[in-house]
Each structure stands twice: as C-alpha cells, then as structure tokens.
C-alpha cells in the first residue's frame, strides 16, 4: 500500500534520472559513431587502415570500457556516485576532442582507449546509480531508461554520420566532425551533474544519515522503502566490517555462485553479436553491395528499429520472468542470424533483393537483442546481487561484457576477410545457441535467490 505514494511524476527523480542517463546515451554515441567514421578513416588520404587496423581502432574504445568498469565499484564507493559521474563526463570531453584531432593511428587508438575508460564506468555506474535513486516499484522502470539512452545514443551517432556524409560526401576528414559532435552531449552531462543527489544509499554506507533521509524524501521514496534501504545498509556495513576479501568469495559458495553467474551474464551481452552489427554495421553494408550513401542511411533504420524495440521490450520486463525472457531472446536471435547466412550464401537472387532482404533481417536481429537480450542482461546485472556485493560484482559482470566485446570487435575484421559475411554470422549463430545453454545453468532464478538469501 505504500507504493501509492510514489509519485512517477516527481520531477526531481525525473531529472535525476534522465541526467544520469546520459552516462548512457554517450556510452551509445561513442560506440556507434565508428560505424560510419571509419569507412572515412580507412581512406588512403586520411588514416589509410588495414583490416587488423579497423579491429585495432574499433576495438582500442572497447579494451578501455573492460578496465573502467572493474574500477567502478571502488571508485564509487570511495568517491560517490554523483562525483564519479562528474570525472567520467570531463573525460569523455576530454578525451572525444583528442579522438577528433588524431593525426595518426597510434594517437586515435590511444585516445579511443582513454575514452573507453570513461565509457566503461559509465556502462556500470549509470544502471547501479539509477538503481539507488529510484524507490523499489520504479527501479526496473529507471535502470531501463539507461538502456533506451544506450540506444537513442547509438541512432544519434548514426544519423549524424549519415547527415554529415550527405553534407560532404567527398570531404574524407568528415570523419572528425562525426567524433566530435559527442563532445557535446558530454559536456552537458559534467553541466546537469551538479544538480544530482548524491545516492541516498552510499549516504547510509558513509554515515550520512540525516543527509540520506532528506535525499530519499526528495526523490519520493515511501516510508516502506526507506526503512528497508536503512536496514540493507545496516546490514552492507556489518558485511563490510568483516573484512571483505576476494579469497572469502572464492571459499563462499553463494557469492562464488553469484559471481559466475554475473559474468555469464556480461558474457552472453557480447557474445551474442550485436557489436559487429552497431561498430561495423556501414563496412557489413557496403561488403554485400550497398554503397557508401545507403549504408549510412541503411544504419539509421536499423538504429531506429532499436529504439522501437528497446521502447517495447523494457514493457515486457516488468511482467516476466527475466531470465526466460532472455533465453527467449537468445532462441529468437539464432534463427535470425541463421536466416540471415542463408539469404547471404542464396545465388539465385538478384543482388538489389539481397541488399533488402539483409537489411531487413538485420533489423529482425537488432529487435530482439536491443529490445530483449540487452535490457534483461543490464537489469540482472543491477538486480541479482545483494547491496554489500553489489559495487564490485556488478564492475565484474560490466567488465566480462567489455572484454567479450573487445575479443569480438577486434576478431570480426579479421574474421569476415577470412570467412566471408555468411560464415562469420553463422558463428555468432551458433554462440547465441551457447548463450542459451550458458544461461539456463548459470543464470537460475531460485538458485540466485537461495544464494541471496544465505548471504542476507
């Protein structure tokens, strides 16, 4: 009964959540802006790049999202949230301008992995923070809308791409401006971030008590929800005062359980293949016949199917079970991906048929993973772990998924001149299948649940 006293138009919660969101939307933007810059990049004029090259730059972002995010969880935890989100936006700033200005491969492969430090801590901290500040009956509602930024981020970059290579479809250095557009939303997320809370709960962890009370009644949490936040800290901190270490989770077979199958989920995230699809999507498109003009705006129909996905999907979360939705989206993502090897293999049809019909598919494989696979995986990811284990084995689980998407984005140049399109989507066809296996033995309701309750 005290659920009706959350109030979903607390326009303070609003704006909170829509400002930490942004850690989303750049997340988005920086990793979906390759796509259609390095069509340009690779020109001989500009940065002339090979296929181990492209790997190198795609992937340089993605090495340095692995190590911001196994930061995070002591970063926010010494700092605060609020004050950490301020660092990550200056570095984006920062760091964007320099990918903008790179004179050669070595400096844009460098900044890209400095900027991938900020991108990664923000892929933890964003869903953990927006977790903190939402009472119990929005915290799916507001860690999705990280989810969603991701998303628009991605079309955004994509349709910025497409726009500026319409403006100047002959000037190669276009490529510079398609980086530093991101600059923007950047510095607007450091401006917006002065006026967030800090998270009411890490008030509670430092002692902060009064401070916690006055932030929980400003975001709207009911007297229910702030009496369990006050006695889940209580509990974190006795946790934490018996000398948490790493070799206690390796003698624990709760939180060794709960740790495993937070890496099963970051695993499965990347695993699946929707990188090759947002970091090489324009490259993918012009390989099976389309050119330059058409991919670009072929990738905006893809990101605009995204957006219409995750918008529905997030739906379907609040009244399902989790982990069978993400089996479900897994199973849906092998048949598209197998269908799609089919018609790329197919030689009886004229080459206008398969640019449409792989475009089509592709779209079909974005749907399900963008409006299924990746908003359960981040909500799991910010839902399954108790509060004293939450910081670290989430930056754990958002570092899995870093790393898998480093081995992906770095392989699939290499792997498409070596397989061809066709082979490389029937691989990421038959890892989808693996997915399935991984997540109805590592990722159990009831055993995440027993696992919880022994650790309480």
């Known amino acids: 009964m005290f659920y009706k006293k959350v109030k979903k138009s607390n326009l303070f919660l609003r704006y909170t959540a829509f400002v930490i969101a942004l850690g989303g939307f750049l997340f988005g933007y920086d990793t979906g802006v390759i796509n259609g810059a390095l069509t340009f990049l690779s020109r001989s004029d500009q940065l002339n790049l090979s296929s181990a090259e492209q790997g190198l730059v795609s992937s340089s972002l993605v090495l340095g999202c692995a190590f911001g995010a196994m930061a995070v969880g002591k970063?926010?935890?010494?700092?605060?949230?609020?004050?950490?989100?301020?660092?990550?936006?200056?570095?984006?700033?920062?760091?964007?301008?320099?990918?903008a200005v790179s004179i050669n491969v070595q400096m844009l492969i460098i900044s890209r992995f400095i900027l991938g430090l900020s991108v990664g801590c923000a892929s933890s901290l964003s869903p953990l923070y927006l977790n903190e500040i939402s009472p119990d009956k929005l915290k799916a509602e507001n860690v999705n809308k990280n989810s969603k930024a991701i998303v628009v981020g991605q079309l955004t970059a994509f349709t910025v791409n497409a726009i500026l290579a319409t403006i100047w479809?002959?000037?190669?250095?276009?490529?510079?401006v398609m980086m530093a557009v991101a600059a923007v939303p950047a510095f607007l997320l450091w401006l917006l971030s002065f006026d967030l809370p800090n998270s009411p709960f890490w008030q509670l962890m430092e002692g902060a008590r009064n401070k916690a009370k006055r932030t929980f009644a400003k975001l709207g949490f009911p007297k229910l929800d702030i009496h369990e936040a006050i006695d889940e800290a209580k509990k974190s901190i006795n946790a934490r005062d018996k000398s948490f270490s790493w070799r206690l989770v390796f003698h624990n077979r709760a939180m060794l359980y709960l740790l495993l199958a937070g890496v099963a989920i970051g695993f499965i995230q990347q695993a699946s293949g929707i990188n090759t699809v947002m970091y090489y999507g324009t490259v993918l498109l012009e390989k099976v016949g389309m050119g330059a003009g058409a991919s670009l705006y072929g990738n905006i129909l893809i990101g605009l199917v995204s957006s219409l996905a995750i918008t529905l999907g997030t739906k379907l979360l609040a009244n399902l079970d989790h982990q069978r939705l993400l089996v479900t989206g897994l199973a849906a993502n092998f048949v598209t991906l197998t269908i799609l090897t089919l018609v790329m293999r197919a030689k009886n049809l004229p080459q206008t048929e398969i640019n449409v019909l792989v475009l089509l598919i592709l779209t079909l494989f974005l749907a399900t993973q963008q409006g299924i696979v990746s908003p359960v995986t981040y909500l799991l990811l910010a839902e399954i772990f108790?509060?004293?284990?939450?910081?670290?084995?989430?930056?754990?689980?958002?570092?899995?998924?870093?790393?898998?998407?480093?081995?992906?984005?770095?392989?699939?140049?290499?792997?498409?001149?070596?397989?061809?399109?066709?082979?490389?989507?029937?691989?990421?066809?038959?890892?989808?299948?693996?997915?399935?296996?991984?997540?109805?033995?590592?990722?159990?309701?009831?055993?995440?649940?027993?696992a919880n309750k022994k650790l309480q």
């Open 75 to 99: 970063l926010a935890d010494n700092i605060g949230r609020k004050k950490l989100l301020q660092g990550i936006a200056v570095i984006f700033t920062v760091a964007t301008l320099f990918c």
């Open 169 to 176: 479809p002959n000037w190669h250095p276009v490529w510079r």
């Open 386 to 450: 108790p509060q004293h284990l939450k910081t670290a084995f989430n930056s754990i689980g958002t570092a899995m998924m870093w790393i898998t998407n480093f081995v992906v984005s770095l392989a699939f140049p290499v792997l498409m001149a070596a397989l061809g399109t066709a082979g490389v989507f029937l691989t990421f066809a038959i890892a989808n299948i693996v997915c399935v296996v991984i997540a109805e033995v590592m990722i159990n309701p009831r055993l995440i649940k027993k």
